[in-house]
């Protein structure tokens, strides 16, 4: 599956793609009743969420995909197959509003001439910077590289395309750019009741040195990165990827540990950037009562 390959990166992305596919398979279904169909949605879940372990923003989209369809009073799978298309489209062009919004809020933080320092790749990031750069704001971005894939690669490819003055840098090297650096805006891939971050590998260390050096830290993320798991007790899984992207050919009885994600506690965190404004990280629960209710049902 491209999604367990790393060829769709970014939780955005991510859960732009598995939307794409129920919408498919729902145009595509062979059931013949309601009961038929909802057991093959079911399937596509398990399958889909297997594919990515840290990816809520991926389960809430389909969480809220499939509770449509089951309380619809529709039985023709023709009927409910069209709910998934119309609760599909609508869930994505939410999406599009959202990422507006972050990035005209974003935007406003990005001051002339100010050095901004990201990690990894993330669409939302970039759109935001590319919303201030065509505004008509002039910065310069530091990119880490992010290995062992080297995400960082993407975003400075985006960056430089925009006209961007871009550096890349590995990740070792961040605390020696740090002191020249206005601001860190990093993306999410999960955020947990008590308003942690989990983000690509590196995160924590990059949030570390910003607060020694007082540099302000932002996560820039949608709502909808929340994981109501952790509201009960269970934590965010961090997934191990394979030892190969580190070594390739590694020598024999060598032990090579290869998590994809990290945590960043709230407590370096400056403010959460998100569709509802720049929110404190401590008040996650508060807000996701006003804007997302279902999720917490």
Same mark, same amino acid.
């Given at each position: 599956?491209?999604?367990?390959?790393?060829?769709?990166?970014?939780?955005?992305?991510?859960?732009?793609?598995?939307?794409?596919?129920?919408?498919? /398979?729902?145009?595509?279904?062979?059931?013949?009743?309601?009961?038929?169909?909802?057991?093959?949605?079911?399937?596509?879940?398990?399958?889909?969420?297997?594919? %990515?372990?840290?990816?809520? #923003?991926? %389960?809430?989209?389909? +969480?809220?995909?499939?509770?449509?369809?089951?309380?619809?009073?529709?039985?023709?799978?023709?009927?409910?197959?069209?709910?998934?298309?119309?609760?599909?489209?609508?869930?994505?062009?939410?999406?599009?509003?959202?990422? +507006?919004?972050?990035?005209?809020?974003?935007?406003?933080?990005?001051?002339?001439?100010?050095?901004?320092?990201?990690?990894?790749?993330?669409?939302?990031?970039?759109? /935001?910077?590319? %919303?201030?750069?065509?505004?008509?704001?002039? #910065?310069?971005?530091?990119?880490?590289? &992010?290995?062992?894939?080297?995400?960082?690669?993407?975003?400075?490819?985006?960056?430089?395309?925009?006209?961007?003055?871009?550096?890349?840098?590995?990740? &070792?090297?961040?605390?020696?750019?740090?002191?020249?650096?206005?601001?860190?805006?990093?993306?999410?891939?999960?955020?947990?009741?008590?308003?942690?971050?989990?983000?690509?590998?590196?995160? &924590?260390?990059?949030? /570390?040195?910003?607060?020694?050096?007082?540099?302000?830290?932002?996560?820039? &993320?949608? /709502?909808?990165?929340?994981?109501?798991?952790?509201?009960?007790?269970?934590?965010?899984?961090?997934?191990?990827?394979?030892?190969?992207?580190?070594?390739?050919?590694?020598?024999?009885?060598?032990?090579?540990?290869?998590?994809?994600?990290?945590?960043?506690? +709230?407590?370096?965190?400056?403010?959460?950037?998100?569709?509802?404004?720049?929110?404190?990280?401590?008040?996650?629960?508060?807000?996701?009562? %006003?804007?997302?209710?279902?999720?917490?049902?």
């Amino acid at each position: 599956m491209r999604i367990k390959r790393l060829e769709v990166q970014g939780a955005r992305n991510v859960a732009v793609a598995v939307i794409q596919a129920i919408e498919t /398979l729902a145009k595509e279904t062979k059931a013949k009743n309601k009961k038929e169909f909802m057991k093959e949605l079911s399937e596509a879940k398990e399958i889909l969420f297997s594919s %990515r372990e840290t990816e809520p #923003f991926m %389960r809430n989209a389909v +969480r809220w995909i499939i509770s449509q369809v089951e309380k619809s009073v529709h039985e023709k799978v023709e009927e409910l197959a069209e709910i998934v298309s119309f609760t599909s489209q609508e869930f994505l062009k939410n999406l599009e509003d959202s990422k +507006r919004k972050i990035a005209e809020i974003g935007g406003k933080r990005i001051r002339n001439n100010s050095v901004i320092l990201t990690h990894c790749h993330s669409s939302t990031v970039t759109y /935001l910077l590319r %919303r201030a750069k065509l505004e008509g704001r002039s #910065f310069e971005v530091i990119c880490t590289e &992010s290995r062992p894939v080297f995400q960082g690669r993407i975003t400075t490819k985006e960056m430089l395309e925009l006209g961007v003055n871009t550096t890349l840098i590995v990740d &070792s090297a961040a605390r020696f750019f740090m002191n020249h650096v206005d601001l860190v805006i990093v993306g999410a891939d999960a955020i947990t009741s008590e308003g942690n971050v989990v983000n690509k590998i590196g995160t &924590s260390m990059i949030a /570390l040195i910003a607060q020694e050096a007082r540099t302000p830290f932002y996560v820039v &993320s949608e /709502l909808l990165k929340f994981d109501p798991i952790t509201m009960y007790g269970d934590y965010e899984k961090i997934e191990e990827r394979s030892p190969n992207e580190i070594w390739e050919n590694p020598p024999k009885n060598l032990i090579i540990k290869n998590p994809a994600f990290d945590i960043t506690r +709230r407590d370096f965190i400056h403010g959460i950037i998100c569709e509802e404004g720049i929110i404190s990280p401590h008040s996650i629960i508060q807000v996701m009562h %006003r804007k997302y209710p279902w999720v917490l049902e």
